[in-house]
């Protein structure tokens, strides 16, 4: 596999599911990124993590969990969400966070309805 | 409050001819311009970018301008092509950022290349 992987890429659940959805990169980057993609708005970063420890936290509600076991895996932890929670959740990586290497890649997302 | 923004929610142009996409942004300390490609059901794809100590940046068929003084960028495509009829989004790193990796995204125009 090349690129950046999601899965799933369809997701339904309940609100008192608890679900995880899954990203790997297979680009050697060391940093990765949770996005959000709500209809009618712009893409709302959520998490970064660079070699594995979190750099930006956009204040997310901590019913969203990320984890980052190593540079090629993101994990987003689901539990209790709302139903305006539904939205397109997009998995970036890039080379690095700062310098030229900066362009993220992103991954072809996880359509997530909350019911 | 919206630091980067693209007001034109769609775009219409004949193959063969430019295609210009605009943004304006608020924020002087962004320090590095990037633009994005959407198809449905797929990622972002990166097209191009731009250092804010640059005004231009050309590869192949696709030119982003910077217009500092203006706080504007746009990205021109010469010759349209059918194929390039996707959402094209503009984002924006702050340089307080540039430790963070956090790029802020505009809402995305939508260009629709006529054969």
């Known amino acids: 596999e090349t690129g950046v992987t999601q899965t799933p890429r369809h997701l339904v659940m309940g609100m008192t599911n608890k679900k995880s959805l899954k990203c790997e990169q297979h680009?050697?980057?060391?940093?990765m990124y949770w996005y959000k993609q709500s209809a009618k708005k712009p893409l709302e970063l959520m998490f970064v993590?660079?070699?594995?420890?979190?750099?930006e936290n956009n204040s997310v509600p901590s019913r969203f969990s990320p984890e980052c076991p190593n540079s090629s895996h993101l994990f987003l932890h689901l539990h209790t969400l709302q139903p305006e929670d539904s939205a397109l959740y997009l998995c970036a990586s890039s080379q690095d966070i700062a310098g030229a290497s900066y362009e993220q890649y992103f991954g072809p997302g996880t359509r997530l309805t909350v019911t | 409050d919206q630091q980067v923004k693209q007001n034109s929610p769609s775009l219409s142009v004949q193959e063969g001819r430019i295609s210009i996409l605009n943004c304006d942004y608020t924020?002087?300390?962004?320090?590095?311009f990037l633009w994005y490609k959407k198809y449905p059901a797929e990622g972002p794809t990166f097209l191009i970018s731009?250092?804010?100590?640059?005004d231009k940046n050309e590869d192949g068929r696709f030119t982003v301008f910077l217009n500092k003084s203006a706080k504007h960028l746009s990205l021109h495509i010469v010759p349209s092509q059918p194929g390039d009829s996707a959402v094209y989004f503009c984002?924006?790193?702050?340089?307080?950022?540039?430790?963070?990796?956090?790029?802020?995204f505009g809402q995305g125009t939508t260009l629709q290349v006529k054969p």
């Open positions: 680009l050697g980057h060391n940093a």
């Open positions: 984002a924006a790193r702050g340089q307080g950022s540039s430790n963070t990796g956090k790029l802020i």
């Open positions: 924020n002087s300390m962004f320090d590095y």
């Open positions: 731009i250092s804010s100590i640059k």
């Open positions: 993590y660079n070699f594995k420890e979190q750099t």
